[in-house]
Nanobody, 115 residues
Framework: QVQLVESGGGLVQAGGSLRLSCAVS????????MGWYRQVSEKQRELVAV???????SYADFVKGRFTISRDNAKNTVYLQMNSLKPEDTAVYYC?????????WGQGTQVTVSS
């Protein structure tokens, strides 16, 4: 079993920065890929960034050059550094962990960017 707890969301002005954290408890070493997704109201949840077990990263086009995902295996934590935030980045951000057998989700953390 894997449990995920996000933190670090909040209200920030456009152009500002936030760092999200996802603390992982349970079988961290069974996780292959971790990622951050976001969702606005009833819209479909969309991928923001992923990092594999060997720290290979991939980003959605709309965050490239602004967001950085990283993985600290010693702390069982995944981070999302968000810079140059825009109002359209406002969403609930969810941490995701994928093992060989299933995916796990955190409870989400709200990010609000004011113009």
């Amino acid at each position: 079993q894997v449990q995920l707890v996000e933190s670090g969301g909040g209200l920030v002005q456009a152009g500002g920065s936030l760092r999200l954290s996802c603390a992982v408890s349970g079988s961290f070493f069974s996780i292959n890929t971790m990622g951050w997704y976001r969702q606005v109201s009833e819209k479909q949840r969309e991928l923001v960034a992923v990092v594999t077990s060997d720290s290979t990263t991939s980003y959605a086009d709309f965050v490239k050059g602004r967001f950085t995902i990283s993985r600290d295996n010693a702390k069982n934590t995944v981070y999302l550094q968000m810079n140059s935030l825009k109002p359209e980045d406002t969403a609930v951000y969810y941490c995701n962990a994928a093992t060989r057998y299933r995916a796990y989700w955190g409870q989400g953390t709200q990010v609000t960017v004011s113009s």
